[in-house]
């Protein structure tokens, strides 16, 4: 399957026919006192949106007979990892995750628990990363990413379809952004119906934003409260294209924002999501930023906003993805 740098509406249609019926259909439901809708995607398998993208690479991969007997493999400690060896398991194939040493034990013991081969390989992600591309080589696994692939995008995007099924009438929808590969499938699938897409990135771990800036991917420092799923240090090329378009805004907001917003999640709606997942509340104005500086900054599609919320017009339909849960609960 030949790499792609753009993502096309017929991909977030072919994997929602992939992963239809594998997948748990996205909950949304009004938040009146916010004036906007949650997307509820932390309910999905794995706690995170990344079961769409595992699931879809998964089956694209067995449905064309390119799926080797090694398996499929990933290196990463987190969501994604999480994420292939559930898919793997629900398939019936095997997984192989590598992680640094340092990974917690609490994800090494969940990695196999859905029956992956999980292998601890130096203190550091980049070590752990080498040693999944020496395992391909040796092994001819089937080497996953955790958002750098559009079949992994594609299926990220069949959460906006869903969302679009209870909101017909939606104009904006929310969304944090690590890598890009949620932010590609939402905003190609929303941009086909006319949806403003808002992607929102934590001040320091602005991958988006600075590779809109720059006119391509660059490498970008990486230190926010968010960065266990956000800290990406290069967007995905499919990212920035869907981001080349006046129906999105780029958005930045600093790690207080985001605690704030988590908070109100816990403390108003009782719902308790990671950073990543508050980052998508904290990019819009709103009672969750009480005591945090509030502005009007919008950006257009070639650079960035300042630390400002991205503020809705009056009447406007707003949906903020909640998109993982694998967080700890102790510091709610």
């Known amino acids: 399957m030949p790499p792609a740098t753009e993502l096309s509406h017929t991909d977030i249609e072919a994997a929602a026919a992939r992963t239809g019926g594998r997948v748990r259909p996205v909950t949304v439901t009004s938040a009146p006192e916010d004036g906007i809708f949650f997307a509820l995607e932390f309910l999905q398998h794995t706690g995170t949106f990344k079961a769409r993208g595992a699931q879809n690479f998964i089956r694209a991969h067995l449905d064309a007979g390119t799926f080797p007997e090694a398996g499929v493999t990933i290196a990463s400690g987190g969501n994604a990892g999480l994420a292939c060896a559930w898919a793997a398991r629900a398939a019936g194939v095997p997984a192989t995750v590598f992680l640094p040493t340092t990974a917690p034990s609490v994800k090494v013991d969940r990695l196999r628990s859905y029956g992956a081969r999980v292998e601890l390989v130096g203190s550091e992600f980049a070590e752990a990363a080498a ?8 092994s001819g696994a089937l080497a996953s990413h955790a958002y750098d692939h559009p079949l992994i995008a594609a299926g990220a995007g069949t959460l906006m379809t869903e969302i679009l099924g209870q909101v017909p009438d939606l104009d904006t929808v929310v969304v944090s952004v690590g890598g890009g590969g949620l932010f590609a499938g939402v905003a190609t699938a929303a941009a086909h119906h006319g949806v403003r897409t808002v992607a929102v990135e934590p001040k ?6 600075a590779a809109l800036e720059a006119g391509e991917p660059v490498d970008v420092t990486v230190d926010s409260v968010a960065a266990d799923s956000l800290g990406a ?5 499919l990212g920035v294209a869907a981001a080349r378009s006046d129906l999105v805004t780029s ?7 985001i605690n704030a917003a988590r908070e109100h999640l816990w403390d108003e ?3 308790a999501v990671e950073h990543a997942a508050a980052t998508a509340l904290a990019g819009i104005d709103g009672p969750h930023r009480s005591g945090q500086s509030r502005g009007s ?3 257009d599609s070639s650079g960035a906003s300042g630390p400002g919320a991205y503020v809705p017009a009056a009447g406007e339909k707003v949906c903020v993805i909640l998109c993982g849960a694998n967080t700890s609960l102790g510091d709610l």
């Open 131 to 138: 040693a999944c591309d020496e395992f391909v080589e040796s």
């Open 204 to 209: 320091n771990c602005r991958a988006l934003n």
């Open 233 to 237: 240090r290069r967007a995905t090329p």
């Open 251 to 257: 958005v930045l907001v600093d790690d207080a924002a």
């Open 269 to 271: 709606h009782r719902l």
């Open 297 to 299: 900054d919008r950006s």
